[in-house]
């Protein structure tokens, strides 16, 4: 276990422990990076029975990886070969049904109107295409543009087919050349091929059921949250090899970390400084989220609003029931934590809450003067872990 460089990060290995002793995961990596010096990069607990895991290995980021997509349509937006205000019909066949008013800016700020499309075929073993003929044959669920929701796959798989159709690349092959080879990520992967994997072996760590559920069914029909037992899929090899933009990106966290030290000008840039302030700001805003039922202020691709009390401009993504990455552009200042346990959503968010919390307070007044207030994720959400 690394020893941090900032004294007041010297606990957060010890509570990520506490965290696994309540059963909230396995194993869990953390990276802090404050003007692009590692303050600590770690891993906890393990991968699997008898397997520490360690601070290399790979980890599902859910949709913190979200954002690495939204860098590659970004960089065709500073080129010049696409629009934010692009109709989504102009590069993807067959789109349509209701809505044909979609727009690159939809897809990104969540309020394209087909939240739901992708959830079934995220966890079949289908083609790329297979999946975004299915999202463009989707009727929309309401008119692009008039309301918001959460969309946790289908629009970032179109985002991709949209890189492809505009560069010629798949978007796993993109964000290689584009994005992680620029900024040395060597083991971040959109899709590991199934002839890699053996390369890799056990540090690909897989994730664990912990409570993790979705909103669902009973048999008469009433609302109830429904035990997603994903862990039964996602450790598949051919799961592990599927190209996922919203929620398949592969790392250790202290490669998420670089990624965002790229963003804040640390390492080898991938966007122009102004690109990453328009990212990094607020573009969605009184418009209540339907899946998180709040008024989430959102950014351009990334979330701009968390729990545990981060800067007022902190921005990045988190991930489901395991993760969250963020960059803090007032400070130099990048957190990411990847766990391999999928928790309840309390508990998952509480995790978030307490690891946010110590890295913020444990960086001292400087950082601690400009944060928001830390609300208990009782008062957030308004009921209790």
Known sequence: MATPAAPGLAGLPDLLLRQRAAGWHEGAQLYVSLR???????????????RPLQPDDLMLLYS???????????????????????????????????????????????????????????????????????????????????AAAYHPSSSWKVLGAIVEAVDGR???????????????????????????QPRYAARISPVHWRGH???????????????????????????????????????PARELGWFYESLLGFRPPVLEPRTVELMGAVHRHNIEDRLFRRNLPWGLGVQ??????????????GGMASSRGLCDPEHGLVMVVVTN????????????????????SGLGDDVARTRQLAVPIAEVFGFST
């Not at 050349?177 to 899709?191: C, N």
């Not at 799961?239 to 919203?246: T, W």
């Not at 999928?342 to 890295?359: I, K, P």
Request: aromatic share 10%; hydrophobic share 40%; with cysteine.
């Open 36 to 50: 692009g010096e590692a303050l600590l990069d770690t891993a906890v607990g393990e991968s699997f029975p008898g």
């Open 64 to 146: 913190a990886g979200k954002p690495a997509t939204t860098v590659a349509v970004l960089q065709l937006w500073e080129q010049g070969r696409l629009g934010l205000d692009d109709p989504v019909a102009r590069y993807v066949d067959g789109w349509g049904h209701g809505k044909e008013r979609c727009t690159l800016r939809h897809l990104l700020v969540h309020t394209g109107g087909f939240p739901n499309a992708g959830t079934k075929i995220f966890d079949r073993d289908l083609t790329y295409a297979e999946e975004v003929a299915y999202i463009a044959a989707w009727r929309a669920e309401w008119e692009p543009g008039t």
């Open 170 to 196: 798949p978007i796993d092959r993109y964000l290689r050349e584009q994005v992680f080879d620029r900024v040395g990520m060597v083991d971040a992967h959109l899709g590991i091929p199934l002839a890699e």
């Open 213 to 251: 559920a979705v909103p669902g069914r009973n048999d008469d029909g009433s609302f109830a949250m429904v035990p997603y037992r994903i862990d039964e899929i996602h450790n598949l090899p051919w799961h592990i090899a599927k190209v996922a933009p919203g929620g398949g990106m592969r790392a």
């Open 304 to 317: 701009v609003s968390f729990t545990g009390g981060t800067g007022r401009r902190a921005f990045g993504h």
């Open 341 to 360: 346990g999928l928790a309840d959503f309390l508990s998952a968010e509480q995790r978030l809450f307490e690891v946010t919390d110590a890295v913020y």
